[in-house]
């Protein structure tokens, strides 16, 4: 309760003090990072936007923008041969680079805060890779039997994004720095290709069994519409 108290009294202190900012109306240039809170592209997919941002003069701005992220998780399971358990391993990466451009005008502006309008276009490169192997293990002491398992499944995910995104919101001026808050409703325009492989095998007391399969999901064009919020937060020199 007293950190939320705390933060709250700054942000009402910076308010504050932004009102006595003068706001110059030449050009300016700045430095910025952002964050999507909802996923577009797939399922926990928020990667962070670092920008460098020119503002032209009091309503209009264009910004270049980096998105990127780098996730690595790994989980893990111990198996128990005489309770049938299966052990588990699964890797998991996921790749986001790209590329876009952000315009937005303040259509109307109240002392320190505005009220803004845009565009933004955005080009990603997507990879996502799964590797999930499961072995099994059952034996039996008094008939002396014995039965080993191992199953992998790797998925390999790449796609080229085509993002385009109106939008609207609110920046907050405070001295030289700025908070943005906008709404987005975001234009997903997927291509690429998934390529899988399952391999089986099987260890028996006289031989092992092999058996591998692979193939290639191709993705011509899939398109999805999704409203998505994000924020940003940059300081102009």
């Known amino acids: 309760m007293k950190l939320k108290l705390t933060l709250l009294f700054i942000f009402l202190a910076s308010l504050v003090y932004a009102q006595d900012y003068y706001y110059n109306d030449q050009p300016m240039f700045g430095l910025g990072v952002g964050y999507n809170f909802i996923s577009i592209v797939d399922n926990d997919v928020r990667p962070i936007e670092l920008s460098f941002r020119y503002r032209i ?8 923008y980096l998105p990127f992220m780098q996730q690595d998780d790994l989980y893990k399971s111990k198996g128990h041969p005489d309770m049938e358990l299966i052990a588990t391993l699964l890797d998991t990466e996921k790749r986001v680079y790209g590329i876009g451009l ?3 005008y303040a259509l109307q502006s109240y002392m320190s805060l505005d009220f803004v309008v ?12 799964t590797n999930l192997t499961n072995n099994y293990t059952k034996s039996d002491t008094e ?31 405070l001295n030289r720095f700025f908070i943005d808050a906008k709404f ?28 591998t399969e692979e193939w290639t999901d191709h993705i011509s064009n899939k398109f999805k519409l999704k409203p998505t919020v994000m924020m940003s937060i940059s300081y102009f020199f």
């Open 57 to 64: 003069n009091n309503e209009h701005m264009l910004q270049l």
């Open 102 to 104: 952000d315009y937005d």
């Open 118 to 129: 845009g565009l933004r276009v955005e080009y990603q490169l997507y990879n996502y890779r």
């Open 143 to 173: 008939l002396n039997e014995s039965f080993d398992a191992t199953d992998r499944t790797y998925r390999n995910k790449k796609t080229r994004n085509l993002i385009t995104s109106p939008n609207v919101g609110f920046r907050l001026r």
């Open 184 to 211: 987005l409703t975001s234009m997903l325009s997927i291509r690429g290709d998934v390529d899988n492989r399952i391999e089986s095998r099987k260890y028996l007391q006289s031989n092992i069994v092999s058996t």
